[in-house]
């Protein structure tokens, strides 16, 4: 029994009363959060650390931006092969397990025109750099937060 991806979705949450593909975008989601976090704990420690002078710590942080940007890539790439994986894996329930559902009418469905999905691709696409550029201005401002807090600091000891 062939089904399309939609079909398995119904199945799949019938079978498990959850969204397989909800539950594993968010186990994806939480492993970019911890990666996220990691990068921010080990700037926030750069920025912290008196061992080195503010150039040197500029250029690291720069550096790990790029370094940031690289994994995030390489994690969204790892993400949707993982989700993909584990849908044909864990996840896969036998044919004969399925429960048959009623298909809405043929009437009802809207034709996908390829012009709107190639722009809603693209508006993802943009909000998903946008989230990026949103994270980034976030470590970069507690950055910017700690080290005024560290200067108050200094300034209230004097």
Known sequence: ???TAEQMD??????FSLEPSLFLADLSNIAMDVCADGFDDFERQLVESDVLDQQSKTALSQVLSQTYNMTLESLNVAAANFERYEQLTSLAVPPELFIEQPMPAATSLEPIDPKQEAHLDQELAELREQVLQARLACRQLKQQLNMVDKDLSRAGEA
């Open 1 to 3: 029994m062939e089904c």
């Open 10 to 15: 119904i199945h799949h949450k019938a079978f």
